[in-house]
């Protein structure tokens, strides 16, 4: 552990250790905290599963992710340091009297209970009770949730109402990924530290505000999940929100979990509802079909494997936001979200708005906007995109469009940029609940998207085709060019 820290141990219990998410993200999250002496020396990692392993066998699944999907850039001496803290229980989540195990294996005078639910939500309900059953709770202890926390607001409410029995709203810990991004946290610096960006954050100076998360893969693997709950679900009703939420929320009071969570709330009641009155106007619903990624031949979606070739989910959503307050009003902000798009990226634009008057005709006849690009994946950094004057005493002024370029990776050179994963596992580790998502936070989500998919149902709106490799249906280009805008490519 680094100097001037000092934090409680960890008993950090991972339901479904042996499944997709641990053994992709979670144990590999961990090792990386483990190699930056991030994690307090006597926290222990408690695996648990339904499947016959012992603590030996786990380490061994564990050696062999890391081989996996770290390309074998695994350090003896830290690995060895690693392994120490990993052990193995064999528990069958529905069976209640079997939760009495971790008794044994965890010791609440030393060390907080925090219970990692890597499993399907189904399994929630029988987690909870056998947590409960087993006596291992304290009031220290915490329960992370990933997604999806249901499908729809009732379900939602339901997979809540039965955390809830169990654990106060100050223990669970509701995982988005993406609020772990160094480049998303860094919109708070970004808009609240710099004076620069913070007067003109309005809609006095913004014309219009771009959020585009693009997908370069298909369904790998997941037609059963992915069939039932769409790229609006799926894709905008947590990260693309969340984005918006940090781009758009008025400055909270302080850093705390509870300022921040307030004002993120205020933001998203504030979102104009889009019903069956305004969704063709408002939204854009779009379906891949075969196409090339990269100069590689891919399939459509009704020709993935194990296909309903009548599915109308969509694979692709494009959005008009309004935003019904002082700060926002008039500002559109559009969103668009899809799977098998050229590349894999992820950014914000904020297009301020023209000059109204231009003294440089002879460069250019109506003068660009300024635009503020920040790069959320791959490559995280900040671009100012300005105007300034070409080198030279020949004739008259002449203008050029410029970038300020602000590279995370080339400015931070000796800081490690750390994934979204690694952040909020450490956070929960630690007991911050900043980072993560509150229960009304994301039943009010639920209440604007639910909204969309009604509206969707009601007008049988159908999914336009769009072919691989390109950035959605030609409708999504209709969206802005209505309102006399277009995407940034």
């Keep these: 552990m680094t100097e001037n820290q000092n934090f409680k141990p960890c008993d950090l219990v991972i339901y479904g250790a042996l499944g997709d998410l641990s053994k992709r993200k979670l144990l590999i999250s961990l090792y990386r905290l483990e190699k930056h002496h991030l994690i307090e020396a006597d926290t222990r990692i408690i695996g648990v599963d339904r499947l016959d392993e012992t603590s030996d066998g786990f380490v061994e699944i564990a050696h062999k992710s890391l081989q996996a999907f770290l390309n074998n850039d695994i350090d003896d001496s830290i690995w060895q340091r690693f392994a120490q803290r990993l052990s193995y229980l064999k528990i069958d989540l529905t069976q209640p009297e079997q939760y009495k195990q971790l008794n044994k294996a965890i010791d609440p005078e030393k060390r907080v209970m925090v219970n990692y639910?890597?499993?399907?939500p189904l399994l929630f309900k029988s987690i909870c009770h056998g947590l409960h059953n087993s006596g291992a709770l304290t009031t220290e202890?915490?329960?992370?949730?990933?997604?999806?926390?249901?499908?729809?607001?009732?379900?939602?409410?339901?997979?809540?109402?039965?955390v809830a029995q169990v654990f106060h709203e100050n223990q669970v810990y509701r995982i988005d990924h993406y609020l772990g991004k160094e480049t998303v946290l860094n919109l708070l610096a970004l808009r609240f530290a710099n004076s620069l960006f913070y007067t003109c954050w309005n809609h006095n100076t913004i014309d219009h505000i771009q959020i585009t998360v693009g997908?370069?893969?298909?369904?790998?693997?997941?037609?059963?999940?992915?069939?039932?709950?769409?790229?609006?679900?799926?894709?905008?009703?947590?990260?693309?929100?969340?984005?918006?939420?940090?781009?758009?929320?008025?400055?909270?009071?302080?850093?705390?979990?509870?300022?921040?969570?307030m004002e993120k709330i205020k933001l998203l009641k504030a979102l104009r509802p889009i019903t069956y009155l305004n969704v063709e106007e408002k939204t854009v619903r779009g379906q891949y079909t075969a196409g090339y990624i990269q100069g590689k031949p891919v399939p459509g979606y009704l020709e993935e494997a194990g296909a309903n070739t009548e599915s109308i989910t969509e694979s692709f959503v494009a959005i008009r936001v309004d935003i019904d307050n002082w700060r926002w009003a008039g500002v559109p902000i559009y969103m668009r979200t899809g799977k098998r798009m050229p590349n894999k990226r992820t950014e914000i634009v904020v297009n301020f708005k023209n000059l109204p008057h231009n003294i440089?005709?002879?460069?250019?006849?109506?003068?660009?906007?300024?635009?503020?690009?920040?790069?959320?994946?791959?490559?995280?950094?900040?671009?100012?995109?300005?105007?300034?004057?070409?080198?030279?005493?020949?004739?008259?002024?002449?203008?050029?469009?410029?970038?300020?370029?602000?590279?995370?990776?080339?400015?931070?050179?000796?800081?490690?940029?750390?994934?979204?994963?690694?952040?909020?596992?450490?956070?929960?580790?630690r007991g911050n609940p900043t980072l993560f998502l509150s229960r009304e936070e994301i039943e009010q989500a639920w209440t604007w998207v639910d909204s969309i998919q009604d509206a969707w149902q009601h007008n049988h709106t159908p999914p336009k085709p769009y072919p691989a490799g390109?950035?959605?249906?030609?409708?999504?280009?209709?969206?802005?060019?209505?309102?006399?805008r277009a995407w940034e490519e």
């Design 117 to 120: 639910f890597a499993v399907s």
């Design 141 to 162: 202890s915490r329960m992370v949730m990933e997604k999806p926390i249901g499908h729809d607001l009732k379900s939602s409410v339901e997979i809540n109402d039965v």
């Design 215 to 261: 997908e370069d893969i298909g369904i790998e693997g997941r037609w059963d999940y992915f069939d039932k709950t769409g790229q609006l679900r799926d894709m905008l009703q947590n990260h693309l929100l969340q984005i918006l939420t940090f781009v758009t929320m008025e400055p909270p009071a302080d850093l705390s979990a509870h300022s921040i969570h």
């Design 360 to 429: 440089f005709k002879d460069s250019f006849h109506e003068l660009p906007a300024n635009k503020l690009v920040i790069h959320l994946q791959p490559n995280e950094g900040v671009d100012v995109m300005m105007l300034n004057k070409i080198p030279g005493i020949d004739g008259n002024i002449k203008l050029q469009q410029t970038k300020l370029d602000l590279s995370f990776s080339e400015t931070f050179k000796k800081n490690r940029i750390f994934g979204g994963y690694e952040k909020l596992i450490l956070e929960a580790l």
């Design 470 to 484: 390109n950035w959605g249906p030609v409708a999504s280009v209709a969206l802005l060019a209505r309102d006399g």
